[in-house]
Structures are given as structure tokens and as C-alpha cells.
T-cell receptor, first 115, second 113 residues
């Protein structure tokens, strides 16, 4: 069975600094998607970044980038120049390319940003 | 362009009662997925609707049922509520099988007393 593990329940970062959130997953599939979602106190799940497993190049979206290590089944999120608005729960999620939408989420990492 | 909307925002029910939650997908989307997010946990997939039929189902009992209407909106019904059904219920929409472009609604907070 596919699983997603986030080993850091809480993380803290100073404003303007860089922080990395960890995620590992387990799958026997070769074609899949990986996602990082942000959930602020407003509860709405917001897509931060996604990675397609067949692409070797790591995805980037402005201050957010990933380190995708397919062989190690690792998918970490790096947030550069952290801002107060980055404070939220961050969830790593996996989707088997053929599952058509059955996202499997980790338990989340709560990120605090200190001014 | 309206995003995914859900109603109601909050709901309080008593054990044994039945509840219906509603979701309107983002404009242009035809697929709706429902997730349950217990406190302190990540969301868990309940089921997905496409073309008014349940296309996929997660590991949830038959007390959880759903429906999709011709306008692609969807309902989640939960019968015989248990205390453990207290959670945030999230709806997500997408276009067909393009799940990599799935958008979430703000959720409905259900409390069962």
C-alpha cells in the first residue's frame, strides 16, 4: 500500500531564512505525482508545488522548490526567504498516475515563522 | 471565476442523526472528490464522483454515500453519525482525470455530540 510519511510534526524558521520540510513515500509504481499543499488557519488546502515522477528536474515555484529523490522515495520542500504568511500546516501528498484522484496525504508539518 | 464552494461552513449534529454536506466545483470542472480530515491528521479520501457516478471509493463504511448532479455539484451524506465522524470535510474538484490540477474548497466542519 502507498504511504506518505512526514517525520517533522513541527518546524520553526526565522523570517527571511530558509527551511526544509521532509517527506518520504512508499510505492511500487513508476508513474505518479507528488504534491505539497499548504493549509492555513482558514482551512483551505492550497497547492504549493507539484512534481511528476517521470521528470528528473526538480520543480520550483518562486520561493518554493523541491528536492525529489526518486530512488530514495524522498520529496522535500524548501522555502526560501520565509515570510510570516508562510506559517501554516504543510501536507505532502502522493497520487498514483492511474488512481484518478485518490490523493494520499501525510500527517502534516506545522510551520511557524518568527519575526 | 468562482472556486470550489462548500456549505454549510459549520455543522453540529447528535449521534445517530444524518447529515448532508454540499459542494459546488470550480467552474469548468466535472469531477468531485471528498476527503475527511480528522483533527491533527491529513485528509483521507472518501470517494470521487464523475459523470454522476462514484468512480472511486476509499476505506469508508457504507454510512458514507454521495451523489453528483447534472450540474456537477455534489453531496456527501453520512447516516447514523458517530462521535468519530467529527472532522473537517473537504471537497476538491478537477477536470476529468487531471487530478494534478485539483482545487480544494474551504471545508465543512462537522461536530458530532
Amino acid at each position: 500500500a502507498q504511504t506518505v510519511t512526514q517525520s517533522q510534526p513541527e518546524m520553526s524558521v526565522q523570517e527571511a531564512e530558509t527551511v526544509t520540510l521532509s517527506c518520504t513515500y512508499d510505492t511500487s509504481e513508476s508513474d505518479y505525482y507528488l504534491f505539497w499543499y499548504k493549509q492555513p488557519p482558514s482551512r483551505q488546502m492550497i497547492l504549493v508545488i507539484r512534481q511528476e515522477a517521470y521528470k528528473q528536474q526538480n520543480a520550483t515555484e518562486n520561493r518554493f522548490s523541491v528536492n525529489f529523490q526518486k530512488a530514495a522515495k524522498s520529496f522535500s520542500l524548501k522555502i526560501s526567504d520565509s515570510q510570516l504568511g508562510d506559517a501554516a500546516m504543510y501536507f505532502c501528498a502522493y497520487d498514483y498516475g492511474g488512481s484518478q484522484g485518490n490523493l494520499i496525504f501525510g500527517k502534516g508539518t506545522k510551520l511557524s515563522v518568527k519575526p | 471565476d468562482a472556486g470550489v464552494t462548500q456549505s454549510p461552513t459549520h455543522l453540529i449534529k447528535t449521534r445517530g442523526q444524518q447529515v448532508t454536506l454540499r459542494c459546488s466545483p470550480k467552474s469548468g470542472h466535472d469531477t468531485v472528490s471528498w476527503y475527511q480530515q480528522a483533527l491533527g491528521q491529513g485528509p483521507q479520501f472518501i470517494f470521487q464522483y464523475y459523470e454522476e457516478e462514484e468512480r472511486q471509493r476509499g476505506n469508508f463504511p457504507d454510512r458514507f454515500s454521495g451523489h453528483q448532479f447534472p450540474n456537477y455539484s455534489s453531496e456527501l451524506n453520512v447516516n447514523a453519525l458517530l462521535l468519530g465522524d467529527s472532522a473537517l470535510y473537504l471537497c476538491a474538484s478537477s477536470l476529468g482525470s487531471r487530478i494534478y490540477e485539483q482545487y480544494f474548497g474551504p471545508g465543512t466542519r462537522l461536530t458530532v455530540t
